[in-house]
């Protein structure tokens, strides 16, 4: 059981590049979501998504998109990366069930915008 | 909006110490409130997942309670070795599915 894969696991963008960060699960979790995660700040979130086709925007959308076409996969896609973007970008997954809301996140992307 | 402290946001012990974790929310309205562990570099480990209806839950040597009325948390490390070393998040998930994380505490247990 893999659990929640993240991919790549590092990666260096120049300002104004454009990346997708991939994000799957094989847990058949209907809730995906993205978060940041820089010092002092914990963790932030991006966007979210309670199924495939639904997306919403978390608390710091501003410069990624999302979609979800599968269960399994969640990307998020920087437009247009900017240094502010230097960041760890962790992706989560869960059952949308009130009672079993346990989260599992993947490894991280640790992204470096230069 | 959901805010989440964590106090201390560091602590250093001595091995075989037990050692409690704070964690405190402002809206009570929660479903389920969930701690992790975070090695550096590394992604969130589940420890354990309280519902909202639950007053306690134990794994092991770790033993979280949950207090919806005054809003807070707290994660009871017995006995303390090196290898919990690490830092710990705790998460308060609202309506709609949405965590809200603290800060962390950064532990280490000194041999």
């Known amino acids: 059981n893999a659990g929640v894969t993240q991919t790549p696991k590092f990666q260096v963008l120049k300002t104004g590049q454009s990346m997708t960060l991939q994000c799957a699960q094989d847990?058949?979790?209907?809730?995906m979501s993205w978060y940041r995660q820089d010092p002092g700040m914990g963790l932030r979130l991006i966007h979210y998504s309670v199924g495939a086709g639904i997306t919403d925007q978390g608390e710091v959308p501003n410069g990624y998109n999302v979609s979800r076409s599968t269960t399994e996969d969640f990307p998020l896609r920087l437009l247009s990366a900017a240094p502010s973007q230097t960041s760890v970008y962790f992706c989560?997954?869960?059952?949308?069930?009130?009672?079993?809301?346990?989260?599992?996140f993947g490894q991280g992307t640790r992204l470096t915008v230069v | 909006k959901q805010e989440v402290t964590q106090i201390p946001a560091a602590l250093s012990v001595p091995e075989g110490e037990n050692l409690v974790l704070n964690c405190s929310f402002t809206?009570?309205?929660?479903?389920?409130l969930q701690w992790f562990r975070q090695d550096p570099g590394k992604g969130l480990t589940s420890l354990l997942l309280?519902?909202?209806?639950?007053r306690e839950q134990t794994s092991g040597r770790l033993n979280a309670s949950l207090d919806k009325s005054s809003g807070r948390s707290t994660l009871y490390i017995a006995a303390s070795q090196p290898g919990d070393s690490a830092t710990y998040l705790c998460?308060?998930?609202?309506?709609?599915?949405?965590?809200?994380f603290g800060t962390g505490t950064s532990l280490t247990v000194i041999p």
């Open positions: 989560a997954s869960s059952y949308s069930h009130r009672w079993t809301t346990e989260a599992f």
């Open positions: 809206d009570s309205a929660i479903y389920n």
């Open positions: 998460a308060v998930i609202n309506t709609g599915n949405q965590f809200y």
């Open positions: 309280i519902q909202s209806s639950q």
């Open positions: 847990m058949n979790h209907e809730y």
